[in-house]
């Protein structure tokens, strides 16, 4: 990546982010990839994991792609709209994460990702991420 983009670890990600243990793999304009690992700590009351981790997962690999895509001309993505379907509920576990773009146009970007279960590849979440390309402060 750049070094204009800011850095999408887990270190330096805000705390709201770090807590969803979104751990980015491959990171370009095409493809984002990454794991989570699930457990008690993102549970409902119910012992399921919270389906809302799922929605931030797959807005922050949206986000990353889209950016990266628009960074060369001075921009970055904001996510205007997140449609996700839960599939099936986990409890624990690894999640694979893979977002790609469905559509890459000059002022806005459709994101597909989805989330699988990383010991049998089964879908958990899929979600479609609209983002805005929006201009950098100061340039």
């Known amino acids: 990546m750049s070094a204009d983009l800011p850095a999408v670890d887990l270190a330096s990600a805000s705390r709201f982010v770090a807590a969803t ?9 095409t493809r984002v990839t990454g794991t989570v690992q699930l457990g008690p700590e993102q549970h409902t009351p119910w012992g399921v994991v919270h389906g809302g981790l799922y929605c931030a997962v797959i807005e922050s690999a949206a986000s990353i ?5 628009v960074a060369d001309s001075g921009q970055f993505a ?6 996700t ?15 790609e773009p469905v559509q890459q146009g000059r002022t806005q970007q459709l994101w597909q990702v989805l989330l699988t279960r ?6 958990v979440a899929r ?8 201009r950098r402060p100061g340039t």
């Open 65 to 69: 792609g889209a950016s990266v895509a």
């Open 118 to 123: 990383a010991d049998d590849g089964k879908l």
């Open 85 to 99: 379907d839960f599939i099936r509920s986990m409890t624990e576990g690894r999640l694979d994460v893979v977002a």
């Open 21 to 29: 243990g979104f751990d980015v793999g491959e990171v370009s304009g």
């Open 78 to 83: 904001v996510g205007v709209n997140n449609n």
């Open 127 to 134: 979600g479609q991420v609209r983002l805005q390309n929006v």
